[in-house]
């Protein structure tokens, strides 16, 4: 009883303590468009420090497929005044960490650092926005190690699969058609003068944003910003794609894939709506609490109960600028008896379509959610996913303190209509892998 009692007690502690954090991020808007967001953390004396820039292969065009990931690599080759290893040199040097990742719809470069050193990564940062160096000796150093990470994905089966089913998910003309890695034999015939018309096409103030989370004042670290990145003038048109085509009327260019390992899946795939949706929410919810979460609906039942499967995976990014499609995974041992896994997954989309999904599955979902966010808000770089997430799906940074409200606000009748609408028979599409 004393323990459970203490254990309440330190809970409460976290939880007030977190609820005193809330909302505390401030920002400003530079003249140049770059937006700058400072959450104060009064913790260690440590700084995460991240630069968004609103571009990712969602931008790419045939020819150049994969150029926004090897451009993240090319941006650590540094400058004429921060050249070569120079950006990682500065951060190992004072004890810190650097890192950059790539997806479809964003480029993000961040590091770890003591508070002592924002000042040099401000710098830093700055210089790579503007005077980047790209030579065709330093494209050529980046092209291999780029190639030889996307060979080395094929020494896994999994990801090798993953590699070679996606092209045949998305239809043409589609922002995420091709994969984020790129393709081999496109990423060895760029050019020098091919990555600055990149670079000089997507990375500029107006579309970029600044996130900062740590032992710091906003006050400093707006003037900091304002010192390094104020000065620069270069701004873009950025234009939001046109004329998408339907994914839920497109059809997947094969219904059957071989792989060389001794498992079978399921691939289910159906149309995903945007960030800016409506449903996104709603969508959000379901898809969790019918197939993804660990204790998801069909994972209790095919997996802890029946054991029909191995496991559900999903190879999708629920996050999209642009309407996405699901990629949900159902790996298996191979049998001919893994119809009844279909079987199971049809009856429990119906049984959601018919009932909906029951008032503590809901609240159960909502509770997950915010112990997670409480977590996520002892951590510097969490803080900062938050708010640059929020800041560029909904322009507004300060989204992610109230994402709970929309989960919140969805019902069991919602879950039916969503699954009417997403999950109905001819919305989903099965990819059929088995061993060769």
Not at 42 to 63: H, I, L, M
């Amino acid at each position: 009883m004393k323990l459970k009692q203490i254990l309440f007690i330190a809970l409460s502690g976290l939880i007030s303590l977190a609820k005193a954090d809330e909302g505390n991020a401030k920002s400003i808007v530079l003249k140049n468009g770059l937006k700058v967001i400072v959450s104060e953390k009064q913790d260690n004396d440590f700084v995460e420090f991240e630069v968004w820039y609103r571009t990712g292969s969602k931008d790419e065009k045939p020819g150049i497929r994969g150029m926004a990931h090897l451009f993240e690599h090319m941006m650590f080759r540094g400058t004429a005044k921060y050249p070569g290893k120079s950006v990682f040199d500065n951060v190992e040097k004072v004890g810190g960490r650097v890192n950059a990742y790539t997806s479809f719809d964003r480029t993000v470069y961040h590091e770890y650092v003591p508070v002592s050193a924002l000042e040099k990564m401000m710098d830093i940062e700055s210089d790579r926005m503007t005077n980047l160096v790209v030579t065709q000796e330093i494209l050529n150093t980046e092209r291999e190690v780029v190639g030889e990470e996307l060979r080395n994905g094929t020494n896994s089966w999994y990801q090798k699969m993953n590699s070679d089913r996606y092209p045949f998910l998305y239809p043409k003309g589609h922002p995420y058609e091709v994969d984020v890695i790129g393709f081999l034999d496109e990423i060895t015939k760029f050019t020098a003068p091919q990555c600055m018309e990149f670079y000089n096409n997507y990375y500029s103030p107006n579309n970029a944003y600044i996130v900062v989370a740590g032992n710091v004042k906003a006050e400093d670290v707006f003037a900091m910003a304002e010192r390094y990145f104020g000065p620069i003038t270069k701004q873009l048109d950025i234009k939001k794609a046109q004329n998408l085509p339907a994914l839920d009327t497109a059809h997947l260019r094969t219904n059957e894939m071989n792989i060389n390992f001794p498992v079978q899946i399921y691939t289910y795939t159906f149309a995903r709506p945007a960030v800016s949706d409506p449903d996104f929410f709603g969508f959000q919810m379901l898809t969790d609490i019918l197939f993804t979460g660990e204790n998801s609906i069909l994972n209790n039942r095919l997996v802890k109960k029946e054991f029909l499967s191995y496991g559900f995976s999903v190879a999708h990014d629920p996050w999209s600028y642009y309407p996405n499609l699901a990629i949900i995974d159902v790996i298996m041992n191979a049998s001919p008896g893994n119809v009844k896994v279909k079987k199971a997954i049809k009856e429990e989309i119906n049984k959601v379509v018919d009932e909906g999904i029951s008032k503590e599955l809901l609240d159960n979902y909502v509770q997950a959610y915010e112990n997670s966010y409480v977590l996520n808000g002892y951590s510097c770089a969490s803080i900062c996913n938050d708010l640059g997430m929020a800041e560029y799906y909904f322009n507004d940074y300060r989204k992610a303190y109230t994402l709970s409200t929309e989960f919140k606000k969805i019902t069991s009748d919602d879950m039916k209509r969503l699954a009417a609408k997403y999950l109905a028979e001819d919305k989903i599409q099965l990819v059929n892998i088995k061993p060769e």
